[in-house]
Structure formats: structure tokens, C-alpha cells
């Protein structure tokens, strides 16, 4: 029999083990679809992160292998992605290096030291920590970054040299150069970036109206991207478009990816590993979205520790075979769910295909013009862009909204790394904000019934003796001290109150600090001839009560139920408290 670890540590024994032809044959076909698309957007975000085209390709070989191995998602495509790449390209920029063979072995050392990160944490089971970014925030840095992407790439679609790490730099060096547009290029760009949108939005309609199958019109969809490389490569050889100004790939390695090895220089070590956390941390949150998302429609589940295990086990096979940091893409795994992937073996078989680009096809790609490959970036980025989040933080939260708006504006304003760690930092702040000021109910006894609501929304009964508060959230260090004033401010100056019960149904945590602040409230209420009580305390919280002394020096009760207080506490002419 299998040992249990070796099954946890490699999923592919386990679906490995009910491998079917059927199986196989949705798997291939969708690693099909998945490979046509893969190969422009690997050239294009190589270029995005300013590398080498083909080291593009080189991380979208192995690294898919590694995941089929070591990932728990059915439909994930690991591969380069625009976030990732962009965060690549700042990264490696802040070193200031010129050479570009230095500038390659930087991104070869970021994907091995992102994944060395990824997979320790993985063994260490600290997947919770990307809970730590919430939602909106990421989702208003995707966006930013969105903009930021698909403008940095309007310089390949005028034909222009322009730099810049924000927006603001970006578009004055655009505007300063705007004088120098090459008209070739800009026929070229906007003709394919306007092909691209039609392809998304126009072509499977169209080709279902002729008739076309869905799979089939599905297929060719895809392959629009395909499509404008072929198209406008032709055109620039045919037409000597090299000559005239229009910026070509050039040469693109033909052959096996190279065997490489990270750099073992600690300069390098240090200026890269807060880059290379942030890219971790950002690659999984997005990754392990999408990867939950799918799973759910197939009533699957994903093991996140074992996902960080798979993604960080792809980066370090990007470091060894040439490539740069990957994660799992949002349009490339809906397209390999979409498809038909049944398992991780897909992204193998994409992998050979990618494989076979790289050995047979790299030499066509001479002629292709940069302007096509900004153009497929372009369009791929835009789909990112949600201003909506805006409006729903704004509906909803304005803490949420405040921290969308900021990671936007400092992502646009001051770089993709400011904006991310900004996020980050935001996230942990609101976090401990809201739980800083838990939300605490003086609650009554709903009439006729065993229920206690909050008085200031519900017709409820109470006694002038007795003060029930509710509180709506663990207690620890950063709200303890909010807590103590909440209730020294109720009690203070209230004659008639003989009985404090605390309420702890939502309390599934106590820390030391909060134990303290326990003890400072028991003793305050004893020296006003108050009588503190507990109700409805978890087991988990009792237990380490009964490891304190509070319990011992408590001049109350704990009950087992709110109810039970209110009946051994409350007199029975108690008056009825109207809501408000």
C-alpha cells in the first residue's frame, strides 16, 4: 500500500492511478486549444518582462510538467502571466543591469528564489497567509497593473523608445517621443490589436453562423492570436518591413530549453528576495482564486499547502530550464477548463507542444513584428481592467473602498512594487482596524422565545439589574483594550446594575493580553459590587480559561447557555425595551 505522505506530497498518484483513454483524449484536445494560445502569449510577456522571447517559451515547458506532478488543480494552466511578468520587469530594472545576459540569469534567480519561498511554505502548511490579501485590494492592483502593462506597451505599437516606471513617467516619455512614430508600425499595431478584439468578442459568432460546431469554432477563436502572428510575420518579410522601421523578434534560439542554475551571488540574493516574496504571494492569491473557482463548478477541491507546493516547484523549473516566474493564469485556465482538461496531465501535454514550437518553429518568427506581440498583450491585460470594484467598495465598505482606491493610485503613481506592498500592507492594517473595534450588542430577550437580540434593533425584554453584552469577534492584544472602555464608559454612573454577562458566542479566540483585560474588567466590576458572568463560551476558549486563575477568581458564573443566565439572573417583572 501506498504511504499516505507520498500521496499527499504527489497528487499525480492519485488521479495518476485512474488515468483513462477518455480521459486522455479530453486532456489532449484541450492541451491543444490551450497550446495555440500559449504560444503568442509566451512570447508576448517574455517581451512584457523584457527578456528574450524564448524565454518565454522555456517557461511554459517544464514548469508545466512540474505542476501536472505537484498540483492539486484539475484545470490550472501554469505558464507566464502579465502580473507576474510586469512585476518581473521591475524587479529585475531596479538592479540597473545592462547586459543581457546578466538581465536573464536575475529573472532565472527571481523564479528560484520565488520558488524556494512558495514550496517552504508549502511544507510548512502557511498557504492562510494569502488570506491576509483581501480580495478587493488584489483586484484593484490586477487593474492597475492592467493599465500600467498595456500602456508601457503603446511604445511597440507607435514604434517609439519610451521608458518609465509609472504611468505618469510612462505617458511623458510616450508624448516626448510621439514625434518619432513609425507609421509601418503603427498600421501594424493597430490593425492587430483591433483584429484581437474582434476575434474575442465577433469571430465564434460568426463561424456559429456558418454552421461551424461549437468545439471547433472554440478552437479557432483561440487560435486568432496564432492567426495575426502568422499574418503579420508574412507581411513584414514579404514586404521588407525590417528595412522600413518595424521592430522584429529576430533570433529566437532553436532547440531544447538550456539547462541553467540561478545566480549564487548574495547581492543578488538580497536585492531580489522582497521582489521574489511579493511575485510568490501575488502568483498564489491569483492562482489559488481561479484554481478554487474551477474546482467548485466540478465539485473538486484544491489543497492550497499542496499548491504552493506545485507553483513553487514550476518556478524552480523555470530557474533550471531557462525560464522566469510563473503562475497559474486566469484566461488560460477558464480556457483549459472550458476545453475539457480533466486533469493536470493537460498542462504536460501542452507542454510538448510548446516543446515542439520551440524546436520547430522559432526560426519562422524571425520577421514577426514586436508591434504584434504588444498588441496581444494589450488585449489580453484590458480584460483585467474592473473599475467596477470601485464603485462596489464604495456601495459596501468605504475601508474597502479606501484601499482600492489607494493600491490604485500608488500602483499607477509610484510603480508596481510600491502599489503591491502598499496592498499588502493595507490588507493587515484593515484587518486589525476591524477587529481593533469588535462590534459589541446590549442584547434583551425576544419575547415568547429562547432568542437575545441587540435592544437597538429589536422589541426585546431586559432588566435594569442585569447588562447582557454580546461580542461579535475574538479577543486579543489589538482589541482588548476596546473592550475595557466599551464597558467601564456602560457601567459607569448605572446604579441599578448587579450583573455583567459577557456573551462569547462569536469569541473563538482569547489571547494572553485578552485574559489580562478579563482579569482588569472582573476586578473593576468587583470593586463596584458588580457581578461578572460568562455565556455560551467555546470549548476551546473554556479550556484556556480553566489553565488562568480568571475562572477561580470570577465572582460570577459561566453558563452553558445565554437563556440560563437570563433566567437565573433576571427578575421576572423585567420591562419590555421597544427597538429604536
Known sequence: MMPPFLRRYLPVLDWGSQYSRQTFESDALAAVIVTIMLIPQSLAYALLAGLPAEMGLYASILPLVAYAIFGTSRALAVGPVAVVSLMTAAAVGNLGLTDPAAIALAAITLAFLSGVFLTAMGLMRLGFIANFLSHPVIAGFITASGILIATSQLKHILGVKASGHNLIETVESLLSNLGQ???????????????????????????????????????????????????????????????????????????????????????????????????????????????????????????????????????????????????????????????????????????????????????????????????????????????????????????????VATTILLTLGMGVEVGVSAGVVLSIFLHLYKTSRPHIAEIGLVPGTHHFRNILRHKVTTDPRVLTLRVDESLYFANARFLEDYIYDRVVGDRQLEHVILNFPAVNEVDLSALESLEAILQRLKDMNIHLHLSEVKGPVMDRLQRSHFLDELNGRVFLSQYDAWMALAREEASPQAAE
Open 181 to 403: 512614430t513609425n507609421l509601418w508600425t503603427l498600421i501594424i499595431g493597430v490593425a492587430t490589436t483591433a483584429f484581437l478584439f474582434w476575434v474575442r468578442k465577433g469571430l465564434k459568432p460568426l463561424l456559429l453562423g456558418y454552421g461551424l460546431k461549437p468545439r471547433l469554432a472554440d478552437v479557432l477563436t483561440k487560435a486568432g492570436p496564432v492567426a495575426a502572428v502568422v499574418a503579420t510575420t508574412l507581411l513584414a518579410w514579404a514586404f521588407g518591413l525590417a528595412d522600413r522601421g518595424v521592430a522584429i523578434v529576430g533570433d529566437v534560439p532553436r532547440g531544447l530549453p538550456p539547462l541553467t542554475a540561478p545566480s549564487f551571488d548574495m547581492e543578488i540574493w538580497v536585492a531580489l528576495f522582497g521582489s521574489a516574496v511579493l511575485i510568490s504571494i501575488i502568483g498564489f492569491v491569483e492562482s489559488v482564486s481561479v484554481a478554487q473557482t474551477l474546482a467548485a463548478k466540478r465539485r473538486q477541491r484544491i489543497d492550497p499547502d499542496q499548491e504552493l507546493i506545485g507553483l513553487g516547484t514550476s518556478n524552480i523549473a523555470a530557474s533550471l530550464t531557462g525560464g522566469y516566474p510563473v503562475t497559474g493564469g486566469f484566461a488560460r485556465s477558464v480556457v483549459n477548463f472550458d476545453a475539457g482538461a480533466e486533469t493536470p496531465a493537460a498542462g504536460a501535454f501542452t507542454a510538448i507542444g510548446i516543446l515542439l514550437a520551440a524546436l520547430l518553429l522559432t526560426p519562422l518568427l524571425y520577421f514577426l513584428p514586436t508591434a504584434t506581440l504588444a498588441a496581444t498583450i494589450i488585449v489580453a491585460v484590458l480584460s483585467l481592467v474592473d473599475f467596477s470594484i470601485l464603485k462596489r467598495a464604495w456601495a459596501f465598505s468605504r475601508a474597502d473602498f479606501f484601499a
